[in-house]
């Protein structure tokens, strides 16, 4: 069983289609690793066995008619806990939302029932997906597979550490701020966030609306692309999804890097960037050039705005979309109260997190009467300037290299301080705040053996050239690591 495990989920994919493994066999292989190894991981926050048996076993009798519904069928998967599940608890790992359980599915959660894969659970993260630890969870601590001592990042840090302790053949996570990119990078496992509108939000606990997307955390860039083809696409019940059909993100993807350009911000590699991150991106850019691509370093002075417009925007539309947790109509509901102000009041200062409180309160201010134009108004504008940076670059280059974090995974505790926390998410915000598609892939370890995640940004909905350098470069390396 160990095997099955071990194996990539294409390479699971195959083993499935020629019935040489049933995916009840799968099934009980990753149920079995979850059973033996979560409980020094801590990567799930609910697991659906009984669903998860019944699902493949309803996926083997379809293959057995020769009815396969997508390669796909059959392979076991986590899903993190702000997708709504239908019947199975959504938690968001706040205790406003514990005992809460969805009377529907996210659309990309019945995009890939309808494709046939088993949903082996939900995974842990920050509380309503604000942190870059995954510390701010208020359910469980998940440990970094590459070292228990360590964070696995966040905010999807149950579902980059989940695959990388092979205990979900994929996951998908959700990114606002390079929630699914850095943990990647923390665990040595590939992470895609794909362009805004690329992949629907409905169902998805929103966090800042106009820069939260679902995408896939996986063990190879293939399997990233395969995950990437079962839940993109057009969907008439988000406003903000793209109409008209996915490409096929698996054609091409071993087209190489010939020929293609290549841009390296120095603002990406200055100060506050860990000195073995920077030496083994830089490494990257010259296996690229060896691979016949063309690097170029070049200066982008306005990325060094993006992350204090990004914690103004996202705080702002986090005040706003977590107003609907008062204790009325679902969530949780302070025991003791006076009036209703008392009611709103005593349900979130106790149901909700520090961190969950720090944002709302910061929000709630920069929208407030006489700060609006000073902080909301001027985060927005900064965001234009974001966006018509990487349009002038993207005139000259096809993709942009960066750091995915400036620094390996740390240790439980050691940034105690909001700011330095905030600061992990420097290389991932410009992507969420001009809407881009950004991929984070292995690119080798420092000193320690700790996972460097190299990240590519790349063109609006231009996911298939951002796979093929990817995987360029993953396959120059000898593959996968985990």
């Known amino acids: 069983m160990n095997d099955i495990v071990s194996m990539t989920a294409l390479e699971l994919s195959k083993a499935l289609e020629a019935r040489e493994i049933s995916s009840l066999e799968a099934a009980r292989a990753y149920l079995r690793e979850i059973e033996d190894r979560d409980n020094d991981i801590g990567a799930?926050?609910?697991?659906?066995?009984?669903?998860?048996?019944?699902?493949?076993?309803?996926?083997?009798?379809?293959?057995?008619?020769?009815?396969?519904?997508?390669?796909?069928?059959?392979?076991?998967?986590?899903?993190?806990?702000?997708?709504?599940?239908?019947g199975v608890?959504?938690?968001?790992?706040?205790?406003?939302?514990?005992?809460?359980?969805?009377?529907?599915?996210?659309?990309?959660?019945?995009?890939?029932e309808n494709a046939g894969v088993v949903v082996l659970g939900k995974l842990n993260m920050d509380e309503f997906a604000m942190g870059s630890s995954t510390e701010n969870s208020a359910l469980r601590r998940t440990r970094n597979p590459a070292d228990p001592s360590r964070v696995p990042g966040g905010s999807s840090g149950g579902s980059a550490a989940a695959v990388a302790a092979r205990m979900a053949a994929f996951a998908l996570g959700s990114d606002?701020?390079?929630?699914?990119?850095?943990?990647?990078?923390?665990?040595?496992?590939?992470?895609?966030?794909?362009?805004?509108?690329?992949?629907?939000?409905?169902?998805l606990v929103a966090f800042a609306s106009s820069l939260d997307q679902v995408g896939p955390i996986a063990r190879s860039v293939?399997?990233?692309?395969?995950?990437?083809?079962?839940?993109?696409?057009?969907?008439?019940?988000?406003?903000?999804?793209?109409?008209?059909?996915?490409?096929?993100?698996?054609?091409?993807?071993?087209g190489?890097?010939?020929?293609?350009?290549?841009?390296?911000?120095?603002?990406?590699l200055g100060e506050g960037v860990a000195p073995e991150v920077k030496e083994a991106v830089l490494r990257a850019a010259k296996r690229y050039e060896s691979l016949g691509a063309r690097v170029e370093t070049i200066s982008m002075p306005a990325l060094g705005s993006a992350?204090?417009?990004?914690?103004?925007?996202?705080?702002?539309?986090?005040?706003?979309?977590?107003?609907?947790?008062?204790?009325?109509?679902?969530?949780?509901?302070?025991?003791?109260?006076?009036?209703?102000?008392?009611?709103?009041?005593?349900?979130?200062?106790?149901?909700?997190?520090?961190?969950?409180?720090?944002?709302?309160?910061?929000?709630?201010?920069?929208?407030?009467?006489?700060?609006?134009?000073?902080?909301?108004?001027?985060?927005?504008?900064?965001?234009?300037?974001?966006?018509?940076?990487?349009?002038?670059?993207?005139?000259?280059?096809?993709?942009?290299?960066?750091?995915?974090?400036?620094?390996?995974?740390?240790?439980?505790g050691e940034k105690s301080d909001p700011m330095e926390m905030y600061l992990s998410d420097v290389c991932t915000v410009p992507a969420n705040i001009a809407g881009l598609p950004a991929l984070s892939l292995p690119c080798g370890g420092d000193s320690n053996g700790l996972p460097i995640g190299l990240q590519l940004m790349g063109k609006h909905f231009d996911e298939k050239g951002l796979l093929r350098a990817a995987y360029a470069l993953e396959r120059d390396s000898g593959g996968r690591k985990v």
């Open 256 to 268: 190489g890097v010939a020929g293609m350009t290549l841009a390296l911000p120095g603002e990406f």
């Open 44 to 86: 799930y926050l609910t697991v659906s066995a009984k669903t998860a048996l019944t699902q493949a076993a309803a996926s083997d009798a379809r293959r057995a008619r020769g009815e396969a519904r997508s390669p796909f069928d059959g392979m076991p998967a986590g899903i993190k806990d702000n997708i709504c599940t239908r």
């Open 307 to 412: 992350l204090p417009a990004y914690y103004v925007i996202s705080s702002a539309e986090a005040s706003s979309n977590l107003a609907r947790f008062d204790g009325v109509r679902y969530g949780a509901r302070a025991a003791s109260f006076e009036g209703m102000g008392g009611l709103y009041e005593n349900t979130r200062s106790e149901y909700f997190g520090a961190e969950v409180k720090r944002r709302v309160m910061l929000g709630t201010f920069a929208l407030s009467s006489g700060y609006y134009d000073a902080y909301y108004k001027k985060a927005l504008q900064v965001r234009t300037l974001v966006t018509q940076a990487f349009a002038g670059v993207f005139a000259r280059f096809d993709l942009v290299l960066s750091p995915s974090a400036p620094c390996v995974a740390w240790r439980f």
């Open 222 to 254: 293939e399997d990233c692309a395969a995950a990437l083809q079962l839940i993109a696409g057009h969907d008439p019940r988000d406003g903000t999804s793209v109409p008209g059909e996915a490409p096929d993100f698996m054609e091409g993807i071993d």
């Open 176 to 203: 606002t701020g390079g929630s699914i990119r850095q943990p990647a990078s923390f665990c040595g496992v590939v992470g895609l966030k794909p362009s805004y509108g690329r992949v629907s939000r409905y169902g």
């Open 89 to 112: 608890r959504t938690t968001c790992a706040s205790r406003m939302l514990e005992n809460f359980v969805p009377p529907y599915s996210a659309t990309v959660v019945e995009k890939l």
